[in-house]
């Protein structure tokens, strides 16, 4: 099936900086969707995504679909410890299918 | 949204054996999946749990190994069996809500994090 890649692997990232995390696909997708999984917890639903170009915020977070549908972005401002976790973009097949990315695993420099 | 429980939260096993963990879910769903999560790793679909019929597997699984139940609209089994080391994961049962104005968003259990010896 469709695989959608993310970037980078890890993120070490200072306390009050910002990062940016990336999925990228090499076809077309419908949606997008964006999850976080704290250290030894579940994957917790974050946002979705479905028009090109969508910008859609929450607080701190900034999601982006491109103007083709084939990435997408997820930029946290001003770290917190609180931000600690994975976060995984994953695209919603037929039958509500999810096919996740790779992650990336967020620590933080207090 | 979904509340979801699973049992048990954790387990040691001996190769060779055989794990049977639970999903209960505090509302009917129509779709539930069971996903395997690896150490450090990312979530793979093993299959879909269908109400009343069997699962629908993906590629690399097979009901023989994983073979799952779905009596009803709120409950789910996934029986790891025969197992060996290389099946050490977490595993997560998720449901999707599909009613008119749903998110599309999927709730996942709390897995249960399987080690074998």
């Known amino acids: 099936g469709q695989q959608v890649m993310q970037i980078p692997q890890y993120q070490h990232v200072q306390e009050g900086e910002d990062f940016t995390t990336y999925c990228n696909s090499s076809?077309?997708?419908?949606?997008i969707q964006w999850y976080k999984q704290r250290p030894g917890g579940h994957p917790v639903f974050l946002i979705q995504?479905?028009?090109?170009?969508e910008v859609k915020k929450q607080k701190r977070l900034t999601f982006q679909f491109g103007e083709a549908k084939k990435n997408s972005s997820l930029h946290i401002t001003a770290t917190q410890t609180t931000d600690v976790g994975t976060y995984f973009c994953?695209?919603?097949?037929?039958?509500?299918?999810?096919?996740f990315g790779a992650g990336t695993t967020v620590t933080v420099r207090a | 949204s979904a509340v979801i429980s699973q049992k048990p939260s954790r387990d040691i096993c001996q190769r060779g054996t055989s794990l049977t963990i639970q999903c209960q879910v505090d509302?009917?769903?129509?779709?539930m999946f069971w996903y395997r999560q690896q150490p450090g790793q990312s979530l793979t679909l093993i299959a879909t749990?269908?109400?009343?019929?069997?699962?629908?597997?993906e590629s690399g699984f097979v009901i023989d190994k994983f073979p799952i139940s779905r009596p009803n609209l709120t409950f789910s089994t996934l029986t790891v069996s025969n197992m060996s080391p290389e099946d050490s994961s977490i595993y997560l049962c998720?449901?999707?809500?599909?009613?008119?104005?749903?998110?599309?968003?999927?709730?996942f259990g709390p897995g249960t994090r399987l080690t074998v010896l």
């Open positions: 998720s449901v999707v809500q599909t009613q008119l104005g749903a998110r599309g968003e999927q709730f």
């Open positions: 076809t077309t997708l419908s949606n």
């Open positions: 995504l479905v028009k090109s170009g």
């Open positions: 994953a695209r919603l097949g037929n039958d509500y299918k999810l096919s």
């Open positions: 509302s009917q769903v129509t779709m």
């Open positions: 749990a269908n109400q009343g019929s069997e699962a629908t597997y």
